[in-house]
């Protein structure tokens, strides 16, 4: 299982735009790269996957290296409800991806 | 399209007591997780069913949690005896599960539990 760093947590203000990145030195050659959000009192949601250079969709950019040691999640202009945890989680569909303990975004007005 | 529904929302046992959390997951997928989140923590998994088949619980205390998937829908997640260390949001999720492809998990809003 390929194992992922984050940092602990991040500060914004509204506006701006935020870059996330995790560190996953040993992701294998099948493996994607998918980031969660959560909310306090909810479940995780899907944020964005991916498996090499860039993916965007209406919420969220994500960039990976050539090398896929690492990604970065990019939330474009956050506002104050973008405040949550997100998290990087690394694997294919035949084994299991680990949820680690999350980067805590905090959106200040 | 109904989410991943879970019941109940909160529970309060004391130790040593039992207790069994449902789960209906989304109308057609196929894969099913149970995942326990202690405070502060992120999600640890507990155990994967495929259909009604075991996939991955390796980290489910089997001493004390059990789980199971009858006809490959629903789900029951059981503690006996609960511990103190067991107080945590336990959360439910499901997928399509098609095979060679990695599937966006859902999650259902999870059931709290405080054990006294």
């Known amino acids: 299982l390929a194992k992922t760093t984050q940092p602990i947590s991040m500060d914004s ?16 050659t099948n493996d994607y790269i998918t980031w969660y959000q959560q909310f306090p009192s909810q479940g995780p949601r899907f944020i964005i996957q991916g498996y090499k250079t860039k993916v965007t969709n209406e919420v969220a950019s994500l960039f990976i290296p050539a090398d896929r040691k690492s990604s970065t999640l990019s939330l474009p202009r956050v506002s104050l409800s973008d405040t949550a945890v997100y998290y990087c989680l690394v694997g294919d569909w035949s084994n299991d991806m680990r949820f680690g303990a999350g980067t805590r975004l905090t959106v200040k007005p | ?32 997780y149970w995942y326990q989140q ?27 949690f059990s789980a199971e998937r009858l006809k490959g829908v629903d789900s029951t997640l059981k503690i006996q005896p609960a511990k103190l260390e067991d107080s945590a949001v336990y959360l439910c999720a499901s997928s399509l599960g098609e095979r060679g492809t990695l599937d966006e998990q859902f999650f259902g809003p999870g059931t709290r539990l405080t054990v006294l």
Do not use: M
């Open chain 2, 1 to 32: 399209e109904a989410g991943v529904a879970q019941s109940p929302r909160y529970k309060i046992i004391e130790k040593r007591q039992s207790v069994a959390f449902w789960c209906n997951p989304i109308s057609g997928h196929a894969t099913l």
């Open chain 2, 38 to 64: 202690i405070l502060g923590q992120g999600p640890k998994l507990l155990i994967q069913f495929q259909n009604n088949g075991v996939v991955d619980d390796s980290q489910l205390p089997k001493d004390r």
């Open chain 1, 13 to 28: 203000y509204e506006g701006q735009e935020v870059n996330i990145t995790c560190s996953h030195n040993n992701i294998a």
